[in-house]
């Protein structure tokens, strides 16, 4: 337990986080367990010491000592940079309103950590992914709903969590969607002719009543289509294609970009479609288009 004052003064941060920054839910909840694990430990470190007083006075000292302990309950460095992330923008909101100097804090490193690169598919896998999602279901509206759904994942290069949040008043496609993903932000996707076939087909033998207002995609027995039935579906056609593990829904998105990025397709457009609040994530996938120039230089170089 943390101390009353403390627990205010995080909730006010936090407020102002979903007002100010229209933070996700999910976020905001990230946001709380990391800056509360903190400041119980702050407490403990110091102690038991409550109040603002005491968290006004860490030191790199006391700020090494954390970092120690997360690693030493096996948070890795990619989760702990998330954490401090979050401590450091809520300290320097906890500094201003309370007037004390954050310096400890805030100059604090962030571990180093190696960032995962998106693993895409090639093109022709991508395409023979699509194909092979209709081969699954035994009713021909389930084979032509799991197809429709691969096909704007890749087509239009959203996140499982946003293909399926389509309405049926959506249908049938439109030359462009908006599309409301993380944190809330808005973006415009243009619908390829494929994607719009693809989900017509599905309308056209769904069994359901595809009510306005409710779920585009739908399981079998009529409500919102579960996530894990096209993970499982992919799952199914991965080792029947002999792709990686890697080949998942979110590989579809990946895909998209990087086949954008290798045919030439500019980055900020590209960041756009994806709904990157950053360019710089967005520039994780020329990476990858690097990484795979230099694989097959390495194969197809002349060697002595």
């Not at 101390?3 to 007002?19: E, F, I, S, V, Y």
């Not at 100010?20 to 119980?40: E, I, K, P, S």
């Not at 022709?124 to 035994?138: K, S």
């Amino acid at each position: 337990m943390i101390a009353p004052q403390l627990t205010d003064a995080l909730n006010g941060w936090l407020a102002q986080c979903a007002a100010l920054n229209d933070a996700a839910d999910h976020t905001l909840t990230a946001y709380r367990a990391d800056v509360q694990g903190f400041l119980a430990f702050m407490q403990n470190h110091n102690g038991g010491a409550v109040g603002l007083g005491p968290i006004a006075r860490i030191t790199t000292g006391d700020m090494r000592a954390w970092m120690a302990h997360e690693r030493g309950r096996g948070v890795g460095a990619r989760s702990l940079a998330r954490s401090l992330s979050a401590v450091k923008t809520f300290y320097r909101w906890l500094s201003e309103r309370e007037g004390f100097e954050p310096t400890a804090v805030l100059t604090i490193r962030s571990p180093k950590f190696t960032k995962k690169l998106p693993r895409p598919l090639e093109e022709t896998a991508a395409r023979a992914m699509i194909d092979r999602v209709e081969c699954q279901a035994l009713e021909p509206w389930v084979a032509a709903r799991d197809t429709a759904v691969v096909t704007v994942l890749y087509g239009l290069g959203l996140r499982i969590s946003e293909a399926l949040s389509l309405t049926a008043a959506q249908s049938p496609l439109p030359d462009v969607l908006r599309i409301t993903g993380k944190g809330g932000k808005m973006r415009i996707v243009p619908v390829l002719p494929a994607a719009r076939d693809a989900v017509a087909a599905y309308v056209r033998l769904c069994p359901h009543d595809l009510a306005d207002g409710g779920p585009l995609f739908r399981g079998v027995r009529g409500g919102a289509l579960n996530p894990r039935a096209i993970q499982k579906v992919m799952e199914l056609s991965r080792l029947q294609l002999g792709l990686p593990a890697t080949a998942t829904p979110h590989a579809m998105r990946h895909s998209f970009a990087t086949h954008l990025l290798t045919a030439g397709g500019d980055l900020r457009c590209i960041q756009e479609l994806l709904g990157h609040a950053s360019l710089s994530t967005t520039q994780a996938y020329t990476s990858v288009d690097a990484a795979r120039l230099m694989e097959v230089y390495d194969a197809a170089h002349p060697r002595a």
